[in-house]
C-alpha cells in the first residue's frame, strides 16, 4: 500500500527527496522512519492528515521538512544539509492517529536506503 521512493546516494551537505505513495483514498497520518545499520529504527517525521501538524526529532529539525499532497496521496520528506548520520534505510508509515511512536503505525512502506558520504 506504500511505496517509498527517492533514496540513493548524497554526498554531505546536498539534498535529496523522499517521496511515499499512499494506494489508497482514505486519509491517513503519516510518518517517516529511519533505521540505520546496527541500531533500532528511530522516528523522523510526521504530519497529520486533518489540520497539518508537523513534527520532527530534534536530529533533523531544521533540515527536513514533511509535506504532502493530498491530491496524489503522496508525503514527501525533504533532506537538506545532510549528514553522514543520516545514512539509514528510510520508511514511511500510517496511522489512524497522530503519533511519534513506530508502534502505532499500521502500515508501512519497504523503505528507501539514504547514504550520506563525507
Known amino acids: 500500500q506504500l511505496q517509498a521512493s527517492g533514496g540513493g546516494l548524497a554526498q554531505a551537505g546536498n539534498s535529496r527527496r523522499l517521496s511515499c505513495a499512499v494506494a489508497?483514498?482514505?486519509?491517513?497520518?503519516m510518518g517517516w522512519f529511519r533505521q540505520a545499520p546496527g541500531k533500532e529504527r528511530e522516528f523522523v517525521s510526521s504530519?497529520?492528515?486533518?489540520?497539518?501538524?508537523?513534527a520532527y526529532a530534534d536530529s533533523v529539525k531544521g533540515r527536513f521538512t514533511i509535506s504532502r499532497d493530498s491530491a496524489k496521496n503522496t508525503v514527501y520528506l525533504q533532506m537538506n544539509s545532510l549528514k553522514p548520520d543520516d545514512t539509514a534505510v528510510y520508511y514511511c508509515?500510517?496511522?489512524?492517529?497522530?503519533?511519534?511512536?513506530?508502534?502505532?503505525?499500521?502500515?508501512w512502506g519497504q523503505g528507501t536506503q539514504v547514504t550520506v558520504s563525507s
Open positions: 504530519i497529520s492528515w486533518n489540520d497539518g501538524m508537523l
Open positions: 508509515a500510517t496511522s489512524r492517529v497522530y503519533t511519534n511512536s513506530a508502534a502505532r503505525y499500521d502500515y
Open positions: 489508497s483514498a482514505t486519509p491517513h497520518n
